[in-house]
């Protein structure tokens, strides 16, 4: 197992374009979470699966913004009409419920809307 | 809601000197987890240290130790024999012991960026 991977590192598209971000959290983590980081800020919070289940969503995923565990393994995060404002590092990160050792992040995806 | 304050954005300090980061925060809850991640270049987060707040003894790592003061909400990190390698962001990092409080995310301050000299 070599950790959590995100896919693709780096994502450069149009303003209205839609993207989707792939990540596989380690293989015995039931949880994975996904977190969005601007220029000089702290990662802030978008949503987190247990499993196969999206338990919280943040206010700052909006309508735009879906994300999904199918199998409760790898997760997906799309983001439809892509706006500037999206431009970011998305982390993704997974654990063991139960685990309070904090969890194992992904390198992240780079978002850039033109 | 809870919060984390990280009011240094940038420090510097010599390779084989100790540094201090402080992390501030602010909460109702008496059960949470306290933590500080290392971001280096590549961005990947890598845990560095963690505390439980129920546990007075302070938490180490190695070269790495931590100060925290339950009742000041004051949980600051100590580098010791500061290395080339230890060069990247650092962020204090809060999560609630109740699941069904906070759920299970982290707050995050927001960094910084430590320089090591050589």
């Known amino acids: 197992d070599t950790g959590v991977s995100q896919n693709p590192r780096h994502k450069i598209t149009k303003r209205g374009q839609n993207v989707t971000f792939r990540c596989d959290p380690i293989?015995?983590?039931?949880?994975l979470y996904w977190y969005r980081q601007t220029l000089g800020q702290g990662p802030e919070f978008l949503t987190y699966f247990q499993n196969e289940a999206q338990l919280e969503k943040s206010r700052l995923l909006s309508d735009r913004f879906s994300a999904e565990r199918p199998k409760g393994s790898f997760s997906t995060l799309e983001i439809q009409r892509t706006e500037q404002g999206d431009s970011a590092m998305y982390l993704c990160?997974?654990?063991?419920?139960?685990?309070?050792?904090?969890?194992?992040f992904g390198s992240g995806t780079r978002l850039t809307v033109v | 809601a809870q919060t984390v304050t990280q009011s240094q954005p940038e420090m510097s300090v010599q390779e084989a000197e100790t540094v201090t980061l402080s992390c501030t925060y602010d909460?109702?809850?008496?059960?949470?987890?306290l933590f500080w991640y290392k971001q280096p270049p590549s961005r990947q987060m890598i845990l560095v240290i963690r505390q439980e707040a129920y546990k007075q003894q302070n938490a180490t790592e190695n070269r790495f130790s931590v100060n925290f003061q339950k009742a000041a909400k004051s949980f600051s990190l100590k580098i010791s024999d500061s290395q080339l390698g230890d060069a990247a962001m650092y962020f204090c990092?809060?999560?609630?012991?109740?699941?069904?409080?906070?759920?299970?995310?982290?707050?995050f301050g927001t960094g910084t960026r430590l320089a090591v000299r050589p």
């Open positions: 293989s015995e983590h039931n949880r």
């Open positions: 909460t109702s809850e008496s059960d949470y987890y």
């Open positions: 990160a997974s654990s063991l419920s139960g685990d309070n050792y904090g969890y194992t």
């Open positions: 990092a809060y999560r609630s012991g109740s699941v069904k409080s906070s759920g299970d995310k982290l707050t």
